[in-house]
Each structure stands twice: as C-alpha cells, then as structure tokens.
C-alpha cells in the first residue's frame, strides 16, 4: 500500500513535469548573452523601467550571467562570486557563429594553419632564449 507523499513524488514519464524541471534554471546562452553586450542593447538593459514582477523592480541586472538581484549589495556580491567569474572566461572565448559550424561539417572550405605558421614570435622569442635551435627544416 502505497502512501500520500510516496504517489506525488512518482513522476516518471510525466513529460510535462520533466520538461518543467529542465528547462525551470535554463539561462541565456553565451551567443546571445553576446548579443546583449553591445552598447546599444547593454544601455537598455542597464536603464530599464521598474517592473515589480521582476526582483529588486528590474534595477539590478548582471548582464554577463542575465540575473536580476534584490539590491544592489546582492548583486555586488555576485560580482566577486565564482559562477560570475567562470561566465566571465566563458565570454572571453571568441563567439562559434554559423561559419564555423558549416565549416566544421564539411560544407565549406575549412584551410588549416600549417605547423610552421603556428610558432608564433613569442615561441621563437622563448626558444631562443632557453638556447633551443628554432630553424625550421624543411
């Protein structure tokens, strides 16, 4: 005999209430957190009206990880925070657009750098300063 509490917490293959859990924290993904980024778009989001739906009225928004916070002590203690920090490295890679992808899967001309091309100033600069030869043969 099953209890009250043992039935509602049975939700396997109750599509709707998966799905509800995924997607619940789903964020911006970083193209389009890209997006937002540029001048224009960030302006807006930095000046935006109160809205009470919103916390903190929509006052107190991170565009890196797109948060609202409460106050503005909350949203400067995300700054310093490590999930704030990891996004922020994740920005810094350059953004995979719709070339790439193409490119990647054989429908475009992919060129890839030679080996030689690849040493770069600095390399050579290293290597000869830990007395390595840095000629190349060819």
């Known amino acids: ?19 509800k859990h995924r997607t ?8 389009q957190i890209h997006e937002d980024l ?9 000046q935006q009206e109160v809205n009470h739906d919103l916390p903190g009225g929509g006052q ?12 503005e002590k909350s949203l400067k203690d995300h700054f ?10 994740a ?8 070339k790439e992808a193409d490119m990647a899967a054989g429908m475009g001309s992919y060129v890839l750098q030679s080996p030689d091309a690849a040493l770069t100033d600095v390399d050579m ?8 030869d840095c000629s ?3």
């Open 24 to 31: 619940r924290r789903r964020t911006k993904d970083l193209d």
């Open 60 to 71: 107190h928004y991170c565009i890196h990880c797109a948060r609202y916070f409460i106050d």
């Open 1 to 19: 005999m099953m209890g009250r509490y043992r039935r509602s917490r049975m939700h396997k293959n109750i599509k709707d209430i998966k799905k």
């Open 91 to 98: 920005l810094k890679e350059p953004v995979y657009t719709q």
């Open 136 to 138: 190349v043969v060819k």
């Open 38 to 46: 540029r001048p224009e778009k960030a302006e807006k989001l930095h």
């Open 80 to 89: 310093k925070s490590k999930p704030h920090k990891r996004r922020l490295q």
């Open 125 to 132: 600069d290293r290597q000869q300063s830990s007395g390595k």
